[in-house]
């Protein structure tokens, strides 16, 4: 607790009233602790003081317990023992048998309540020892013995006022004891004769002096505790307040709330009284931990994995806060060269690529992870350092010993953007005309025709599209040929735009791709088809979703899939993840582990687009997969070409021995039907059976068992 500390900031006078006489300052060092106080007893009624108060650390085996019971016999001054805390041990009252000795004193219990580091902070006046109840002390010695009550320990008292006589004194006549309240005992810390105690943290006192702050703060009033609500109450309504301020504003009313925590202990004590601060110091230290987690956690949401470079989000941020104007450099042939690279290089790659258009440090460079490359110009005359961009990708890059040409094209913002998110969308779209064009540059304002305004607006208008229902999901039957019987269906995506109506995934998907948005667009998928799946009768009946290969690499992947799923109020065997554009994985042993643990969770997997690209027989080795989708295209070609319908027959038969479904796709008329039933297809899915159907028009399907028969 900080108010412990601050004990020593304050010397208070003492009372004068209590003085202490050290027995191991006595004449005879060879007597025994009751030998020793026996004579302090007689040399102080001579002194006439108030009251005789000894400290009872007694040996078992002291020889001077008569000796002390006669002492304290013969004189008329009261006395006290203050048996030490250990009373029932060796040396507690209840266990000396030779006690009676000493019933001409009162016995007290010299008994402390202790921090867990050992700090004596507070007694009682009494104790409850035994059947018998026992006065405390500290509270004999200042004559509270009639009450039962908590008390803090002030030790602000100055340990040069304190008077100590030694014992060897006491025969002198002039000794300023009479009327005083005398405390006899080891005034020497660490004394075989004394247990000593923690009064301020790391330094150890005798408990004789213990029981002179004790008794002083009785005398002069201690200290009142002020609970701890007051406090924590002061510093919770500082650190909420500054939630609503700014940044800047912020931090300062997060360093006062630390200052007030070190403060209202200070200001308490100046006024007498105790505030609780633990409660205080508890919570900072929990608040400060919530605060830099979760900034570690938007710092990573701000960072590029792959590079290690801060991403488009952190340079809107920056772009909201500074001026300037966006240039985005793109690396051509970026997707090439990554993969003729070991996984492990495509950062040094990426890092390299960033230091060469940073321009020995200069400027802060920013990356989507997707070879775009982006910063800001503050000249705002970014069309007169055309020539510098281009040769800043003059020469070559080497990584692991291999060279590497590397050229970029780019786009720059020259003209005023409000909005940050747009400017930045803006200067990609014209980063991606350059790289049509032999000069590799393009400006933001020479794309000013409808469609780029569209394509800047599609860039920013996702996360409002999601919140306002523009973009939600339709679901493409898949059946068993031979009957009809739906068994699952495919969610696809679609974007009812307010002004331009329905607008093709094929157009939207590949930009919000681009824009660094496929991850909110795919997790909003996972809820709309998991709300779907819950609705949907007790049959083994799944939707599929499609998931680009792109995201199964990342670290969070699996619990990306399981937290949308849950959100949607779905279950995992209602879900299945149909991979897209499997070309795309760049560790397949990633992309493996991350669906196999989704497996286990009850989730089934989909190969999609079979026979195009690198969907091919080597994926379903390195993949667990539930199901193979044939892509349609094989489908229009088995009706003409005998080797594509000799490839379908033996893809079926490898599905079946694998115990993998076998999903034809792509089936328009009862030709197609026909060919794939002959060749051992089992489920299709296709025109024949429907168009894609809103969720309330499956879910009536599926709890009718209507079957679609083509």
């Known amino acids: 607790m900080i108010w412990i500390a601050l004990y020593r900031l304050e010397d208070k006078p003492v009372s004068g009233q209590i003085v202490i006489v050290d027995v191991d300052q006595s004449a005879d060092s060879t007597l025994s602790v009751a030998q020793r106080q026996a004579e302090v007893v007689r040399q102080l009624s001579r002194h006439r003081p108030r009251g005789i108060y000894l400290q009872g650390n007694y040996s078992a085996d002291d020889r001077g317990i008569a000796e002390l019971g006669a002492a304290i016999d013969a004189t008329d001054v009261p006395v006290a023992i203050g048996w030490v805390e250990g009373v029932g041990s060796t040396r507690g009252l209840p266990s ?90 080891s005034a020497s810390s660490g004394s075989l004769l004394d247990q000593g105690v923690v009064a301020i943290p790391g330094d150890m006192v005798p408990r004789i002096q213990l029981a002179f702050f004790a008794a002083e703060s009785l005398l002069q009033g201690a200290p009142v505790a002020v609970g701890w609500l007051f406090a924590l109450a002061i510093i919770v309504a500082i650190v909420f307040a500054a939630v609503y301020y700014p940044p800047a504003i912020r931090r300062t009313l997060y360093a006062v709330a630390a200052a007030a925590c070190l403060a209202i202990p200070f200001v308490g004590l100046l006024l007498d009284r105790i505030v609780e601060s633990g409660a205080t110091v508890v919570f900072l230290v929990l608040y400060a931990i919530l605060r830099i987690t979760s900034l570690l956690k938007s710092q990573a949401a701000k960072t590029d994995p792959l590079s290690g470079l801060r991403n488009f989000s952190a340079l809107a941020e920056k772009l909201e806060r500074e001026d300037g104007m966006v240039i985005v450099a793109r690396v051509n042939r970026f997707e090439e060269v990554l993969s003729s690279l070991e996984p492990e290089f495509h950062g040094e790659f990426m890092q390299q690529i960033a230091e060469r258009l940073a321009a020995d440090r200069f400027r802060e460079i920013f990356s989507d992870g997707a070879g775009n490359f982006a910063w800001l110009d503050g000249t705002r005359d970014a069309r007169g350092r055309m020539a510098d961009l281009i040769g800043l990708t003059g020469a070559p890059i080497l990584v692991e010993n291999r060279t590497f040409d590397f050229t970029c094209s780019f786009g720059i913002q020259d003209v005023p953007i409000d909005s ?252 197609d039907q026909a060919i794939m039933a002959s060749h051992d297809c089992k489920v299709g899915q296709g025109y024949l059976y429907g168009y894609p159907l809103p969720s309330h028009e499956l879910i009536e399907i599926a709890r009718k068992n209507i079957r679609l028969v083509g």
């Not at 006589?165 to 005083?180: D, E, I």
């Not at 991606?432 to 208008?461: C, G, P």
């Open 420 to 671: 940050a998110q747009q400017a930045i969308s803006a200067t990609l779209v014209a980063a991606e005309l350059a790289s049509t064009r032999m000069s590799h540059i393009a400006l933001v304002s020479e794309r000013k025709d409808a469609d780029a305004n569209w394509r800047l607006s599609l860039h920013t208008s996702l996360d409002h599209a999601i919140v306002n229902g523009h973009i939600y999901l339709v679901y493409q039957p898949q059946v068993m040929i031979e009957n009809g019987q739906i068994v699952g269906a495919e969610a696809l995506v679609r974007w009812k735009h307010p002004e331009r109506g329905e607008i093709s995934p094929f157009e939207f998907i590949p930009q919000i791709e681009k824009a660094g948005r496929l991850k909110p667009l795919t997790a909003h998928t996972f809820r709309m088809a998991a709300r779907t799946a819950s609705l949907l009768p007790e049959r083994d009946l799944r939707i599929s979703v499609n998931v680009s290969a792109t995201l199964v690499c990342d670290d969070n992947f699996v619990q990306f899939v399981q937290d949308n799923v849950m959100v949607g109020g779905g279950t995992a065997s209602r879900i299945m993840l149909e991979i897209t554009e499997t070309a795309r994985i760049e560790n397949l042993e990633l992309a493996a582990r991350h669906l196999t643990e989704l497996r286990e969770a009850g989730f089934k997997v989909s190969l999609d687009d079979f026979g195009t690209g690198e969907a091919n027989l080597s994926l379903l080795v390195h993949l667990p997969c539930d199901e193979v989708k044939l892509d349609q295209t094989f489908v229009r070609l088995a009706k003409t070409n005998e080797r594509a319908r000799m490839i379908i027959t033996a893809l079926a038969q490898t599905t079946r021995l694998s115990n993998m479904s076998f999903v034809a796709e792509g089936i328009e008329t009862m030709e």
């Open 96 to 185: 000396l048998s030779r006690s009676a000795l000493l019933d001409g004193a009162v016995a007290t219990v010299d008994r402390y309540h202790a921090t867990a580091l050992g700090f004596a902070w507070e007694s009682l006046t009494s104790f409850d020892v035994g059947n018998r109840e026992m006065p405390g002390f500290p509270a004999a010695v200042a004559g509270f013995v009639d009450l039962n009550d908590y008390y803090f320990i002030d030790y602000r008292y100055a340990n040069s006022e304190i008077t100590i006589f030694p014992a060897r004194v006491l025969s002198r006549s002039n000794l300023p004891l009479t009327g005083k309240r005398v405390l006899v005992g």
